[in-house]
Every structure is written in structure tokens, then in C-alpha cells.
């Protein structure tokens, strides 16, 4: 398994694809919601198992704290540790980029996930997508 920030054209192909399998096919996301206008302000991860893209996720900047989105992995691939391996990679960037923490908005299914990664819940339930959500934040001092 390795993550690499996705910058060749076939890497955010590769990019686009899982989160068109994941969001549109398999959460039933309407398309018009998947892409959006910070995809050029965003850094990019791909997560690659065996050599073959498994999972994806973006990074932005916001009110001065990383803001994780997009975070996706295969179903096959779920499971193995290969979406802790993406989320630490992109934490480890935005350390590295003297960010203070990353918020990101989780679905609802996928809490426990994060708040095994040291996540804690800083909203109340929303819709987001069609899908529930809440917020939730990570301090990366800390880490």
C-alpha cells in the first residue's frame, strides 16, 4: 500500500474514477455534487494497493486548518488499514505545512472510523449530499 500526491493527469483520472465508483455509484451522490470549484485549490491523495489506484481523498486549506474531503476507498480494499494509511498521509502534509489541525465533515457511518484516528464530533448532524453528516476535527500539535 502507498499514498502519493496525485498530480500527473492519469493519477487524478485515476482520482476522479474512485470517487465517481464510491460517491455516485455506490452512495447514489448526484454528479453535479461530486465535483466542485476548489478541485484546482486542492491537493490530491491516491492511495494505491498492489499497484492499482484503492482509494482517494483532497486536502485544502480553510480558515487556516486542513480540511480533509472527498476521503474515499474501495470496497474491496476497506478494512486493511489502507484508509488509515491515506488519512495519515494527509495529516502528516498538513503538519508538515504548519496547519493546527484538519477538520473534515464524516458521514455519520464512518464516525467511529475517525474517532479511532483521534477525531472528536465538533457539530450537530446535518445533511450533506443526501447523506448524514457531522463535522469533526483533529489537532495535529499533538501529533
Known amino acids: 500500500m502507498e499514498v502519493m500526491i ?3 493527469p492519469e493519477e487524478m483520472d ?3 474514477s474512485l470517487r465517481h465508483t464510491v460517491f455516485m455509484e455506490e452512495q ?3 454528479t453535479e455534487n461530486e465535483k466542485d470549484s476548489h478541485e484546482e485549490e486542492s491537493m ?3 492511495l494505491r494497493v498492489g499497484g492499482k489506484p484503492a482509494g482517494a481523498g483532497r486536502l485544502r486549506i480553510v480558515d487556516g486548518n486542513g480540511k480533509a474531503e472527498r476521503v474515499c476507498v474501495l470496497k474491496d ?3 486493511s488499514g489502507s484508509g488509515r494509511l491515506l488519512m495519515a ?3 502528516s502534509f498538513a503538519a508538515k505545512k504548519g496547519l493546527p489541525a484538519i477538520i473534515l465533515n464524516a458521514q455519520s457511518h464512518a464516525i467511529g472510523f475517525y ?7 465538533i457539530s450537530e448532524e446535518f445533511i450533506e449530499a443526501g ?6 476535527k483533529k489537532d495535529l500539535a499533538s501529533n
Open 131 to 136: 447523506i448524514p453528516h457531522q463535522t469533526m
Open 6 to 8: 496525485a498530480r500527473a
Open 89 to 91: 498521509a494527509m495529516e
Open 44 to 46: 490530491h491523495f491516491l
Open 115 to 121: 474517532e479511532k484516528l483521534g477525531y472528536s464530533i
Open 28 to 30: 447514489q451522490v448526484d
Open 14 to 16: 485515476a482520482v476522479f
Open 77 to 79: 480494499n476497506r478494512n
